[in-house]
């Protein structure tokens, strides 16, 4: 089989079902956002200091493709079977938020993204999902998307996710978190 079959040559592509719309379609435009957040997510994975995480965000991985399939499925067409995303999917993350933020100073202050590069590849993931949430709420706006609702509450806990992650690395890796100091 070719990787290349040059059926998007002209600016049209597949959803699940095999109806064909256009590549800037809000339903492609989402999951590929979703799928722009699973790569940065696999550089946050790969960087050292989260070797004791790898499992987490491999999970992580595997639910934005999840997603993408929901966000590729058409209710009223559906003809092939898609993962399911669960309640429990988004417990995981709420229960990964805890266990790193018992061990995190009080927030004080707005942190600036950056002060290590692993730091900063998190803050971009994070950013990248905020972004893919708000199309998702978009797109359940305007169509009727499979799991709709609980695809954004899994993106805003991801975020939220990434967000403590970013703290949890500054911590590990003796870098102080950058204060946003508003000139006032």
């Not at 797109?139 to 799991?147: D, G, N, P, Y």
């Amino acid at each position: 089989m070719k990787i290349y079959t040059k059926t998007g040559d002209k600016g049209q592509t597949s959803l699940v079902s095999g109806k064909r719309v256009a590549k800037f379609h809000l339903r492609i435009e989402s999951y590929g956002t979703v799928d722009e957040l699973n790569s940065y997510i696999g550089l946050v994975r790969d960087q050292e200091v989260n070797e004791k995480r790898k499992d987490i965000l491999k999970e992580i991985q595997d639910r934005l493709f999840t997603i993408g399939s929901l966000l590729a499925s058409e209710p009223e067409n559906q003809k092939k079977k898609v993962p399911d995303l669960l309640e429990t999917d988004v417990e995981l993350l709420e229960k990964e938020i805890d266990k790193m933020d018992e061990e995190l100073p009080a927030m004080r202050f707005f942190i600036l993204p950056g002060g290590h590069t692993a730091i900063s590849f998190g803050h971009i993931a994070r950013t990248v999902c905020r972004r893919a949430e708000r199309l998702v709420l978009k797109l359940s706006h305007e169509e009727e998307i499979i799991a709709g609702e609980l695809i954004v509450r899994y993106l805003n806990r991801l975020s939220d996710y990434l967000f403590v992650l970013c703290r949890k690395m500054h911590q590990e890796l003796g870098i102080d978190e950058i204060p946003w100091k508003p000139r006032i």
